[in-house]
Every structure is written in structure tokens, then in C-alpha cells.
């Protein structure tokens, strides 16, 4: 199909409605892999176990003004803390958490806690004007 006849609205009159579709050039790869029918977050924490002897102490996130880190053996454990936190407040699945701030440091900590408590996360950040 051509340009004109996408133009004209003849897309799928001559049975050639994939004409459009782009395909990945790994899509190969990708129709082999196998995902699990488990919840992101499962998925996330148990492949920073599996790589746990790799990953050991290194960091996840850094405040390059603080120096405060995050390393991939705590998230798993603030991210259920800020759950449970999220949970006593009244937090449940299906609300979803709005934040501003100046700080990323935490944002996968809070991004993940939402997940586990079935919620959704929307978020901006300040403009600094001084």
C-alpha cells in the first residue's frame, strides 16, 4: 500500500492493513523470551536476588548533593516499608499518590511501595527559580 492510499483511507480495502506496523528488528528475541505471570514488582525484587552476587553493595540511586545513596539490597525492604506506610493511611488498590519534590533520591522507593499496594503513581518537580 502506498502513501496515497493511506491518504485516501483505503488501509485494509486491499487486505493490507499491516502495511503501517513496524516491527522491532529484535523482535525474534523478544517472541522467545518468557515473562512470568507474576506482578512487576515480584518480577523486579526477585531479579535483584537472582542477582544479588553481582549487584552485592552497589548502588541504585544517588543524591549527587547529599551524597545519600540507595543500594539495590535495601530497596526491596523500603519499598514494603513505604507500602505498609502507604496501607495504615488509608492507601489501597486503585488510589493513586501525587507527589512534588525537589528530591529523586526515594522515587523508586515510593514508585514501587505504590505497586504494592495496587496504586499508581503521578509526580512533577519544582522549577528551582533562584
Known amino acids: 500500500m502506498d502513501l496515497q492510499s493511506h491518504e485516501r483511507g483505503d ?9 503501517f506496523v513496524f516491527k ?11 515473562i512470568p505471570n ?4 515480584t518480577f523486579l525484587f526477585d ?20 551524597e545519600e545513596s540507595i543500594r539495590f539490597d535495601e530497596i526491596e525492604r523500603l519499598s514494603k516499608q513505604f507500602a505498609s506506610a502507604l496501607t495504615r493511611m488509608g492507601f489501597k488498590k486503585g488510589d493513586v499518590l ?3 519534590t525537589y528530591d529523586n533520591l526515594f522515587l523508586h522507593v ?6 504494592l499496594c495496587g496504586g499508581a503513581v503521578r509526580g512533577c ?4 527559580e533562584s
Not at 488501509?11 to 502495511?19: K, L, M, P
Not at 507474576?38 to 514488582?41: E, F, G, I, Y
Not at 518537580?125 to 528551582?128: K, V
Open 110 to 115: 515510593v514508585q514501587l511501595g505504590v505497586w
Open 47 to 66: 531479579s535483584i536476588k537472582r542477582n544479588q552476587e553481582f549487584l552485592k553493595d552497589k548502588i541504585l540511586a544517588i543524591n549527587a548533593t547529599t
Open 98 to 100: 501525587y507527589y512534588v
Open 11 to 19: 488501509i485494509g480495502r486491499d487486505g493490507d492493513s499491516d502495511s
Open 24 to 34: 522491532s528488528p529484535n523482535a525474534e528475541i523478544a517472541a522467545k523470551l518468557q
Open 125 to 128: 518537580f519544582q522549577n528551582d
Open 38 to 41: 507474576v506482578p512487576l514488582t
